[in-house]
Structures are given as structure tokens and as C-alpha cells.
């Protein structure tokens, strides 16, 4: 899978020197909050590992991308995608508290959207967010995500972007 970048950040596959980053973020209360409950530290190095090694086979249908600071070479975050039919990807997105609220998100979605389209064709694209993550609501809004009411739970609001 390809490498992408954006004015502020490079986004390149998930590789082994991403765990400490991967298993920061999976295993933090405060960012799982919205998500699920954080994992121990042991369920993150397999979950890591578990996606690394799909990726590695070449699973077509999910991959993952570490998101780094131009400005600083840091790892602040992790996007990537899951797709459970053809043309179809529902995205994903973790970033660490510190880079949080200062506008990663929506640029990291929008070129992985461009991204998602032009190299495997997706033309429909989904993110399941808790209704209590107002953030992650507003800025999925504000790239053109519609909510789809139909596909909802009590808990969880999806969102629908389609070319």
C-alpha cells in the first residue's frame, strides 16, 4: 500500500517500529473512551501484532497507516480501514491526546479518502461513532459525512460519505 502525506503530515503503512505508538493508543482510557474499553497491554501487542501480519499477507480488505508530524517526525496517530463488501470502507481513526483538537482528523480522512478511492475503488465510506463523541461527529460532518439514521443503535451514530 501506498504512502500519503498531507501540508502537515506523512502517512505510511503500519510497520513493526509502530507498536509502542499502536499499543500508546489502544490501551489509553481516555482515547478508548468513545470507542471501547482500552485494551491491557498484553491484548495490544497481539492486536498489533494480529494487524501487522494481516498486512504483511496482503489482506486486501483492511490496512493501516501510522500518521507522523512533518513538523516534528513524531507518531501522533493511527488510521485505517476494514472493508466488509466491495467498494465499500468503513475508516477508522486513533490519535494521541496531545495532538488532539488541532485538525488532524479531517485532513487525515480526506486524503485517505482519495487514497481509498483511486488505489481500490471504494466510492462509499462509513465510520461508526459514538453519539457522546460530539468531536469526531462535528469533524465527519464537516468533510461531508451524512448520518445514516437507518444504521444506528442506541449508542452508536454511522456516518456516510459517498462519491
Not at 105 to 117: G, H, R, Y
Request: charged share 20%; aromatic share 12%; with cysteine.
Amino acid at each position: 500500500m501506498q504512502k500519503f502525506s498531507t501540508k502537515r503530515l506523512f502517512i505510511r503503512p503500519l510497520e513493526k517500529q509502530d507498536q509502542e505508538l499502536y499499543c500508546r493508543l489502544y490501551t489509553d482510557k481516555e482515547i478508548m473512551r468513545h470507542i471501547c474499553p482500552p485494551l491491557s497491554k498484553e491484548q495490544a501487542r497481539k492486536a498489533f501484532n494480529t494487524t501487522l501480519a494481516q498486512q504483511v499477507d496482503g489482506n486486501p480488505n483492511q490496512f493501516s497507516w501510522t500518521i507522523i508530524s512533518k513538523a516534528t517526525n513524531e507518531g501522533i496517530g493511527i488510521v485505517g480501514f476494514h472493508s466488509p463488501e466491495k467498494e465499500h470502507a468503513i475508516l477508522g481513526l486513533l490519535i494521541l491526546k496531545n495532538f488532539q483538537g488541532q485538525g488532524y482528523a479531517p485532513e487525515v480522512f480526506k486524503q485517505l479518502i482519495n487514497v481509498c478511492n483511486t488505489a481500490y475503488g471504494f466510492k462509499k465510506f462509513t465510520s461508526q461513532v459514538q453519539k457522546a463523541n460530539i468531536n469526531s461527529i462535528k469533524f465527519l460532518k464537516l468533510i461531508g459525512f451524512q448520518d445514516e439514521p437507518s444504521l444506528e443503535t442506541k449508542d452508536i451514530g454511522t456516518y456516510v460519505f459517498t462519491l
